[in-house]
């Protein structure tokens, strides 16, 4: 490391804003090899959620640009279509397609896991990005509270039921299941009482908190997944200028914007974790930029053990009372 790298290097962990923007992915990657991810994915499937927009679609792109075939997952049609004919174009693959459904409903995620199954032979990587903040409370069509059912129980449902696939291909090499949260999460304990912030509502505390549980199932997948050569890591993408961020946080981007990654930027150690050799240690880690980080900076955001356990059984419970558990394998 440079003499200016590692004075640089306290100051830039120490200050949130420097290092989760552009500054410390800079920082961090020039400490990078860049043979990490010149990977040749020819023969892999990999399955992006929320693929249209920011994080999703610059990891998809990464995919596609390194041979894999990719399934896109968008729920609207014109921007499904625009990043399929965008990315088909820029990366000269044409092995990416694309997939619709809304992930915060439990009968797409069934539709969608059945599609995929029927379709492809094999899964080596599933991306679980596709990611909301909801100002107010709302529920979906089947009930179920939307940030919840968005951040947390779509990427559940889809580790489960496409669980087959995923083993299918570690039969050749470890597979990867890669869960984008948020550095967020940090700020909060996981409220298993009221998982679904039925008591009291703000959209940024159900964001933060959904973050949390997708870090605490990660843990849970690792156990229980990786004895079968399924590889659950988590990552967290930094501060990023995405059109999520634009929409939701509009003060925070225009306060922050100069100081933003790009979604590439934000993406690339989803991407690493999803194709490079040295992600295969990853198993029930969380990451920023390549590095593992811990899961908690304050100690009021532990929870009790088992919490992670808990929380697994809450979600297979949410999709058995729907009817599909068996799409599940559940
Ligand atoms: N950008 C950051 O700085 C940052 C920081 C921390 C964590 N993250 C996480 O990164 C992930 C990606 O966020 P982003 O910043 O790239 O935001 P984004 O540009 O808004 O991308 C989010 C993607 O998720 C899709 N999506 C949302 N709800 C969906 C649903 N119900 N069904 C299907 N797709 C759905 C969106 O589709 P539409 O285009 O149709 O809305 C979009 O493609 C999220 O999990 C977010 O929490 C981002």
């Known amino acids: 490391m440079s003499l200016l790298r590692r004075a640089l290097e306290p100051l830039v962990e120490s200050t949130v804003a420097l290092s989760y923007g552009a500054p410390g992915y800079r920082l961090r990657a020039g400490e990078w090899d860049p043979r990490e991810l010149d990977v040749d994915c020819r023969g892999r499937t990999a399955l992006v959620t929320g693929a249209n927009s920011g ?8 995919l596609a ?15 499904g279509r625009e990043a399929l004919e965008a990315l088909r174009a820029e990366t000269g693959s044409t092995c ?9 409903l439990v009968r797409d995620l069934a539709r969608l896991v059945r599609a995929v199954r029927e379709s492809a032979g094999r899964l080596d990587v599933l991306v679980n990005n596709a990611g909301v903040v909801i100002p107010t409370r709302e ?12 951040n947390v129980l779509a990427g559940f449902a889809l580790t489960c039921g496409l669980r087959p696939l995923l083993e299918r291909a570690a039969v050749d090499a470890p597979a990867r299941v890669v869960t984008v949260t948020s550095g967020g999460m940090y700020t909060q304990r996981f409220a298993l009482e009221d998982p679904q912030s039925e008591r009291s509502y703000s959209g940024l505390r159900a964001y933060a908190q959904s973050k949390r549980a997708q870090v605490l ?9 990786g004895p079968c050569g399924i590889v659950s890591s988590a990552m967290h993408p930094g501060w ?63 929870s009790p053990e088992g919490t992670g356990a808990r929380l697994y059984d809450y979600c297979a419970e949410l999709l058995r009372a729907r009817g599909d558990a068996a799409d599940f394998g559940l």
């Open 55 to 62: 994080i999703g679609r610059a990891v998809a792109h990464g």
């Open 217 to 225: 199932l990660n843990g849970e997948f690792a156990a229980r997944l």
């Open 240 to 302: 990023a200028a995405t059109p999520g961020v634009a929409g939701a946080l509009p003060r925070f981007e225009s306060l922050f914007g100069w100081l933003l990654r790009t979604p590439e930027q934000g993406a690339d150690t989803a991407l690493w974790l999803s194709v490079s050799e040295a992600a295969k240690e990853a198993n029930g880690r969380l990451y920023l930029d390549r590095r593992q980080r811990r899961e908690h900076v304050l100690p009021w955001t532990r």
């Open 65 to 79: 640009r390194r041979g894999a075939s990719v399934i896109l997952v968008c729920r609207n049609p014109e921007r």
């Open 139 to 150: 529920t979906t069509s089947e009930g179920l509270e939307k940030t919840f059912a968005t």
């Open 96 to 104: 990416v397609r694309l997939e619709f459904a809304d992930v915060s």
